[in-house]
């Protein structure tokens, strides 16, 4: 963390992805999560790497799958928490419901201990 990477590629920062910038900071100042939500294709995923970028924290974008289940999110999360490294989950919506609500409570255990 805080490992200088040396100069890449920049995202171009647009009125719209300003307002993200700022929407997510500040979920982050009050131990939110957050969410950017969109059509496909329109950059979601660059946006929020491009923030980590700005602040100098690593960020691990991942593509969840059908086969993306509760055991392997836990240990996804225990890394996480263990390097306080942001991740950017896409195609959530692919993961079983059932999968889904375990990892809920999961990360809402997390949060709850974050805030506290």
Same mark, same amino acid.
């Given at each position: 963390?805080?490992?200088?990477?040396?100069?890449?590629?920049?995202?171009?920062?647009?009125?719209?992805?300003?307002?993200?910038?700022i929407t997510l900071l500040n979920a982050i100042k009050y131990?939110?999560?957050?969410?950017?939500?969109?059509?496909?294709?329109?950059?979601?995923?660059?946006?929020?790497?491009?923030?980590?970028?700005?602040?100098?924290?690593?960020?691990?974008? #991942? !593509?969840?799958?059908?086969?993306?289940?509760?055991?392997? %999110?836990? +240990?996804f999360f225990k890394g996480l928490a263990s390097t306080g490294?942001?991740?950017?989950?896409?195609? #959530? !919506?692919?993961?079983?419901?059932?999968?889904?609500?375990? %990892?809920? +409570?999961?990360?809402?255990?997390?949060?709850?201990?974050?805030?506290?």
């Amino acid at each position: 963390m805080y490992e200088y990477l040396g100069n890449s590629t920049r995202l171009v920062i647009t009125p719209l992805t300003n307002k993200c910038f700022i929407t997510l900071l500040n979920a982050i100042k009050y131990n939110f999560g957050g969410a950017i939500a969109g059509p496909a294709g329109i950059g979601k995923t660059e946006t929020m790497i491009e923030l980590s970028k700005s602040l100098a924290t690593h960020c691990i974008a #991942f !593509n969840c799958s059908e086969a993306t289940d509760n055991v392997m %999110i836990s +240990q996804f999360f225990k890394g996480l928490a263990s390097t306080g490294s942001w991740c950017c989950f896409d195609e #959530f !919506n692919r993961i079983y419901l059932e999968v889904l609500s375990v %990892i809920a +409570q999961d990360l809402q255990f997390l949060l709850d201990s974050k805030k506290n």
